[in-house]
């Protein structure tokens, strides 16, 4: 019971601070044939998460390809990591329509990665509205489409994940990494 409470007030101090919607399962993923041009990373003692976005200037409208893998870069030969559905998901940020975070299902969930072998995360969208909110339209047709298209502006695009490496210390173990590129939408 106190662990289910110690992840139930995790969960909802995480979903506090992050734009939240449902949405698709974490799916774990083989390379694509080829990598994007730009590549932005950063690496500690445990993890490595690299962002891949094929370039950084768009036109309106044009899709805009991306993807993040995280490897484990650790002493051991596999780690566990607990966490909610995503363990990583991608944020998108601006001055008007994008707050930055991303959201995750009240679950949780193990995940065990094993050194030297990267894994593969597609971009998916996350993000939520309010039926009062003034771009509710826009918000509609954005996440109903499954490709990241954006209108012209300057954006920044993150790869986030969150989780704990002790279920029964889920606060005291609690590791997170984020790395974003900044991309702009033209005419």
């Avoid at 593969?120 to 996440?143: C, I, L, N, R």
Wanted: hydrophobic share 35%; proline share 3%.
């Amino acid at each position: 019971m106190k662990k289910i409470l110690c992840f139930a007030l995790l969960m909802s101090i995480m979903m506090l601070t992050l734009v939240s919607c449902k949405d698709k399962f974490d799916e774990m993923k083989t390379y694509p044939e080829s990598e994007p041009d730009i590549i932005a990373g950063v690496k500690d003692e445990v993890f490595e998460l690299k962002l891949y976005v094929d370039k950084n200037i768009f036109r309106e409208d044009e899709l805009i390809k991306c993807h993040a893998t995280l490897e484990y870069v650790g002493e051991e030969e596999s780690i566990t990591i607990y966490h909610g559905n995503p363990l990583l998901g991608f944020g998108l940020k601006d001055n008007i329509y994008f707050e930055g975070g991303y959201s995750t299902f009240d679950e949780l969930i193990s995940t065990t990665f094993f050194k030297g072998q990267p894994v593969y995360y597609e971009y998916v969208k996350s993000g939520g509205w309010s039926a009062e909110d003034p771009y509710v339209e826009f918000y509609k047709e954005f996440y109903s489409e499954r490709d990241l298209r954006l209108p012209t502006g300057r954006y920044e695009l993150s790869a986030i994940m969150n989780g704990s490496f002790d279920q029964d210390d889920m606060l005291g173990t609690w590791y997170n990494q984020a790395i974003s590129v900044i991309i702009t939408v033209t005419d």
